[in-house]
């Protein structure tokens, strides 16, 4: 049969050839498929409709294929703001390197505000007092700090812009001794586990102001250590006395309640003193 929407016969390879030249059949399809009919896998005609029942199904549409792969569900609106958040809290290494530029100039200057040096370690909260520096001399390149701020007491150690710092809280702060010399004063601060720091040739009037601070807070804080010791004991005594002692029977008419050795342990003594001499109803009569 021949006609648009019906079906082809056995096609020998001359007509296959000429339909392959009129661009009525695919090329690359094998010719010896056509041969077998339109059912045969690949073996369909161009611009031609061939009905072909679901007995004869070629081999492509009878293979199954599987479900796409489903991708994973891209972050919600929250997600990305956190990722985004956390992206951008990463410096770069040209930011970074400018902030050491920054500190090593604020290291080396000579100016006496090193506001830029400490800043980076306040908390939030904090805010400072007093600050104590070591004096510029010819040969001095740098110099440490010792900062007092509303909340601990700070001692910085520098070489250029290396920092070592030593803190302690006002509750821990113990033994802040000041020495005065000739040109400088040398200030150390002891903490609660018996660890101490001292910064030498500090300024001499700078490191009094932190000493007469630092005085002050160690009172208060020496004072609030002694109430929280004294209600710490008198809360463990108060639960070492507890006791339920019981109430001994009133006497009976004509017995007398002595007092004896066991009496401070609890246990009542009672004795009838009707029938007692006179040595033991008076124990400073020798008897007669």
Same mark, same amino acid.
């Given at each position: ?7 082809? #016969? ?13 661009? +009525?059949?695919?090329?690359? =399809? ?6 077998? #009919? ?6 369909? &005609?161009?611009?031609?409709?061939? !009905?072909?029942?679901?007995?004869? *199904?070629?081999?492509?549409?009878? $293979? ?17 703001? $956190? ?5 951008? $809290?990463?410096? =770069? ?20 505000? +090193? ?9 939030? @909260?904090?805010?400072? &007092?007093?600050?104590? *520096?070591?004096?510029?001399? !010819?040969?001095? *390149? ?20 290396? $920092?070592?710092?030593?803190? &302690?809280? @006002? ?22 586990? #018996? ?42 005594? =108060? ?5 339920? *002692? ?37 124990? @400073?009569?020798? #008897?007669?």
């Amino acid at each position: 049969m021949r006609g648009n929407g019906q079906v082809f #016969g056995p096609l020998d390879n001359q007509r296959l050839s000429k339909l392959a030249a009129d661009g +009525k059949i695919d090329a690359s =399809t094998d010719i010896a498929q056509h041969q077998h #009919g339109p059912w045969y896998p690949a073996g369909r &005609v161009k611009g031609l409709k061939f !009905p072909v029942s679901q007995a004869h *199904v070629t081999a492509s549409e009878s $293979v199954s294929h599987p479900p796409p792969l489903q991708q994973a569900a891209a972050p919600g609106p929250s997600g990305r703001r $956190v990722i985004d958040a956390a992206l951008e $809290v990463q410096p =770069t290494h040209r930011e970074e390197f400018s902030k050491d530029r920054q500190r090593l100039r604020a290291a080396l200057s000579g100016e006496a505000d +090193k506001f830029a040096i400490i800043e980076p370690y306040l908390m939030e @909260y904090e805010e400072p &007092v007093a600050i104590a *520096v070591q004096r510029k001399f !010819p040969f001095s *390149v740098f110099a440490d700090i010792v900062l007092l701020s509303s909340h601990r007491l700070m001692l910085f150690k520098r070489f250029f812009n290396k $920092v070592d710092m030593f803190d &302690v809280n @006002y509750v821990d702060m113990q033994d802040v001794k000041i020495q005065q010399g000739f040109f400088t004063s040398s200030l150390s601060a002891g903490c609660a586990d #018996g660890s101490t720091c001292i910064i030498h040739r500090l300024i001499t009037d700078q490191a009094l102001k932190v000493y007469r601070l630092c005085q002050d807070i160690e009172t208060k804080a020496r004072i609030a250590r002694r109430q929280f010791e004294l209600e710490e004991n008198r809360s463990r005594t =108060t639960q070492m006395n507890v006791h339920n *002692v019981i109430a001994s029977p009133a006497p009976q008419p004509g017995e007398q309640l002595h007092p004896v050795p066991g009496s401070a342990l609890g246990l009542p003594y009672r004795q009838d003193i009707s029938q007692i001499g006179s040595e033991q109803s008076d124990p @400073y009569r020798l #008897g007669g």
